[in-house]
């Protein structure tokens, strides 16, 4: 390895670099970037040099030149976020058709391209990029540094390379921020007189900052020493996610392109933030070890590879990440469909549970959860089917035995999570190590009583743990609202759906989880716009506006009918609404037909006292009802 104290144009000036495959995206956000610029102006009356940190290369034979690849293994970052800055400094440059010294101006834009964004030849042609980016800006970032960028400073959604038509529209979007951060720095006016706060001799000392930065030069000319060298230095510190480093381990050990393909797939089943990789990875370690701390996770996942279960080298690990990965994209965000191939090829879809409303049921109760947005749930539903399954496989008799409680499961998580986090507002760390442990529990439950054993101390647990009646009541009054929340709107048609008909009996699909879309709006009994009957309005204007929200107020109806509860006066009042509603009882209205049945003497004088009264028999009978954990 060379160590190498140099300055940034020494750096560029005489090679080429390349962002491997196998690394992160470019992600620098606004307070990365913010930072980096508020560094450099600190400079700009200062003698010392700014110091951008270690940057280490992986060349072929350990020596920086522009004939061979130079694979940036750390410092992609800031050599991304520097070169998109060179480019604002040249655009800045080239916006100045106004000043006086044209020709000096024009040297410095040659010398930007010379020295930090194209490689040239004798003839001064240029020949290749200095930085081939991450994939997912690689192109756009090109064509942002060639000279078809100068003409119009424009993001195109399509450039040609090669004779080839590109869409680039989405790798602008990553880019696009960062660039003008810094052009409109660059560009930025005094109020007072309209001047550039930046002039040209500014710019110039801006550009000089930048080309003296110090940093230190670390090339080796060994793969594996380059990723021992990137974890040494970063695995300490910094703001590095664990993804990152857990990448860089596994990458250090197996076959690029077979590894890269894998973790590509993860990347994508998990989304692209490097944060929901992070989480997931977590998670996948509750499911396999139990409760890990954020701070633990990097240093425990690779201790996983030394214990005696299922997972006992990289390659295991690797793919045990990509399954729970599958797990996340098609058996809890997936559509229906993909959910039941997915259950039926990997968790246990067998016998009991390859029934088609058992499957319908499972899958509502997991979409359920999403809406609720609770995902401390996953690790824990992946480790009790994957350990269901691991037991049952090849014992009919067995899978017989235990198939009524995969429902079960789910179906106690479902309730006990609406009543406690969607109605409720505790805190969503509180149960997180206990359902991580819960998982470990799963994951070693060596027979199918034991297995049993554990699922009835975790239904006690959630028992032990659920809210009372007297808090979800008054939680439900506060929380069980109509707003314009697209989340709100979800959870109001859910409790719709499971009070109307439990489980979708009739076929009435008020919530439809594939789309969460339905053939089904929300009615408010007593109008929150203007009524025709003048009478009524009166009456209305002694309700409290913040009541008229409340579940109690609130009725579920056919989209199509919506437009009939009212006429060219105003809408119906609540009286008008009930002749109407009596007129349209039938089978598929069981939640409006209680609703006229006892509050038939109140429509006359609907009022705040009598939503709230509503209210409070709703949640009631929905806590002892409906939301209830299950036994065995």
């Known amino acids: 390895m060379k160590a190498i104290d140099t300055k940034l144009i020494s750096f560029f000036q005489h090679s080429c670099f390349e962002i491997p495959d196998y690394q992160r995206g470019y992600d620098w956000k606004t307070s990365n970037f913010d930072s980096l610029w508020e560094d450099v102006l600190y400079y700009l009356d200062d003698e010392s040099n700014l110091f951008l940190g270690n940057i280490i290369i992986q060349t072929e034979d350990g020596d920086l030149n522009s004939e061979s690849i130079n694979y940036v293994v750390d410092g992609q970052q800031r050599i991304t976020t520097l070169t998109i800055l060179f480019c604002a400094i040249r655009s800045a440059l080239f916006n100045r058709i106004d000043d006086a010294v044209n020709n000096l101006k024009g040297r410095k834009e040659d010398q930007i391209d010379r020295n930090y964004l194209y490689l040239h030849n004798l003839t001064e042609v240029p020949i290749k990029p200095k930085l081939l980016a991450a994939q997912s800006i690689r192109n756009a970032l090109m064509f942002m540094c060639s000279k078809d960028w100068i003409k119009n400073q424009e993001f195109p959604d399509e450039i040609t390379i090669d004779e080839k038509i590109l869409n680039v529209e989405e790798e602008f979007k990553e880019i696009k921020p960062v660039y003008n951060f810094f052009i409109n720095k660059l560009e930025e006016k005094n109020k007072s007189d309209n001047s550039y706060v930046f002039n040209l001799e500014k710019i110039y000392r801006i550009l000089q900052v930048i080309s003296n930065a110090q940093l230190i030069e670390m090339v080796v000319n060994d793969e594996k020493e380059a990723f021992y060298l990137f974890e040494i230095v970063n695995a300490r510190g910094l703001d590095l996610q664990v993804g990152d480093l857990l990448k860089n381990h596994i990458f250090s050990q197996l076959d690029r392109n077979t590894a890269n393909e894998l973790w590509e797939e993860i990347r994508e089943n998990t989304g692209k933030k490097s944060s929901n990789l992070t989480r997931a990875l977590r998670y996948f370690y509750f499911s396999e070890g139990g409760y890990i701390s954020s701070k633990e996770l990097y240093s425990k996942l690779k201790k996983l590879v030394k214990l005696e279960n299922n997972i006992n080298t990289v390659d295991d690990l690797l793919v045990e990440i990509h399954d729970y990965s599958e797990f996340l994209k ?55 089917f994957k350990n269901f399954n691991r037991l049952t496989i090849n014992n009919r008799e067995n899978y017989d035995y235990l198939g009524k409680y995969p429902q079960i499961f789910l179906t106690a998580l479902e309730n006990f999570h609406f009543i406690n986090y969607c109605i409720g507002e505790n805190r969503a760390n509180r149960v997180e190590t206990d359902y991580a442990n819960y998982c470990y529990k799963f994951n070693y439950a060596a027979t199918t009583e034991k297995f049993k054993d554990i699922l009835m101390s975790f239904l006690s647990f959630l028992r032990e743990e659920k ?61 929150r716009g203007e009524v025709g009957d003048s009478a009524y309005e009166q009456i209305r204007k002694g309700i409290d506006p913040k009541d008229l929200n ?42 409006q037909n209680q609703f006229l049945d006892d509050f038939n003497g ?31």
């Open 467 to 527: 809210d009372g009646k007297e808090i979800f009541c008054e939680m439900f009054e506060k929380n069980a609202i109509f707003s314009a929340s697209t989340r709100n709107k979800r959870v109001i048609h859910y409790i719709y759906h499971k009070f109307n008909l439990g489980h979708n009996k009739n076929n009435l699909q008020i919530w439809d989880p594939p789309t969460y879309k339905s053939g089904f709006s929300v009615e408010h009994w007593a109008s």
């Open 330 to 384: 098609k058996g809890i965000e997936g559509t229906k469909e993909e959910f039941v191939d997915y259950f039926k090829l990997n968790l246990g879809g067998r016998g009991k549970l390859s029934d088609f409303q058992n499957q319908k049921l499972m899958y509502e109760s997991i979409s359920a959860l999403n809406t609720f947005n609770f995902t401390q749930t996953q690790p824990l539903i992946y480790s009790f």
């Open 602 to 632: 109140k429509f006359d004088t609907w009022s705040s006292e009598d939503i709230i009264e509503r209210t409070h028999k709703i949640a009631t009978y929905g806590y002892q009802n409906i939301w209830t954990i299950p036994t065995i």
């Open 550 to 591: 409340k579940f109690g107020n609130l009725l579920s109806i056919d989209s199509t009918q919506n437009s009939s509860l009212q006429d060219g006066s105003g809408n119906f009042s609540p009286t008008e609404k009930s002749q109407w509603f009596e007129e349209s009882r039938g089978e598929n209205y069981k939640f």
